[in-house]
């Protein structure tokens, strides 16, 4: 199994964007909102799985068409 996403500048991106929100709110929601905090949790792993599920196709034709306009 290829894990191609792992060398996507976006997977990079979005990592890197998550651990920040991530540390937003844990400085200023997470005392307060803890049912809002479970629900920004899951938005950003959607981020990231999202993009490990599109690069999850079984052939090149296949990812390539889900990466090239």
């Known amino acids: 199994m290829k894990f191609r996403f ?4 976006v997977y ?8 920040f ?10 005392r307060r ?3 809002l905090t ?7 792993n959607s ?3 999202n ?3 599109g690069s999850a196709d079984n ?3 296949e990812f390539a068409r889900h990466t090239l306009w």
């Open 51 to 53: 993009i490990a599920e």
């Open 38 to 44: 479970g629900q920004l949790d899951r938005a950003l």
């Open 33 to 35: 909102d803890k049912s």
């Open 6 to 9: 792992k060398e996507f500048r």
């Open 59 to 61: 052939s090149d034709a």
């Open 21 to 30: 929100c991530r540390d937003v709110i844990a400085n200023h929601i997470a």
């Open 12 to 19: 990079k991106d979005a990592k890197d964007y998550c651990r």
């Open 47 to 49: 981020i990231v799985l």
